[in-house]
């Protein structure tokens, strides 16, 4: 069964940090750019990072500097580090994979929430 179960998300407050974890099940997890997306209330859901099987990222310019993404091949997980976070940091956060070369091959997590209040 194909499966992306994301973990990690919660409450914290603005300047904290939380890392957030993807586990990929019934995927060959080496051919997949990883990535990470949010969707924040009333807003389109949004590209956040992404990392090519090869360690190659990418990030949305509003995280550069305050989010690591990172990959681990034997525990076919991604993660998601967000350091300093802000109030506009709030959403549901989804991890993705698609398939480096069957680009029509995608699969979605269940998404987690992030808030960060005070």
């Known amino acids: 069964q194909v499966q992306l179960v994301e973990s990690g998300g919660g409450l914290v407050q603005p300047g904290g940090s939380l890392r957030l974890s993807c586990a990929a099940s019934?995927?060959?997890?080496?051919?997949?750019?990883m990535g990470w997306y949010r969707q924040a209330p009333g807003k389109q859901r949004e590209l956040v990072a992404a990392i090519t099987n090869g360690g190659i990222t990418n990030y949305a310019d509003s995280v550069k500097d305050r989010f690591t993404i990172s990959r681990d091949h034997a525990e076919n997980t991604v993660y998601l580090q967000m350091n300093s976070l802000k109030p506009e940091d709030t959403a549901v956060y989804y991890c993705n994979g698609r398939h480096m070369l069957v680009r029509s091959l995608e699969v979605w997590g269940q998404g987690t929430l992030v808030t960060v209040s005070s």
């Open positions: 019934g995927i060959i997890f080496r051919l997949y750019t």
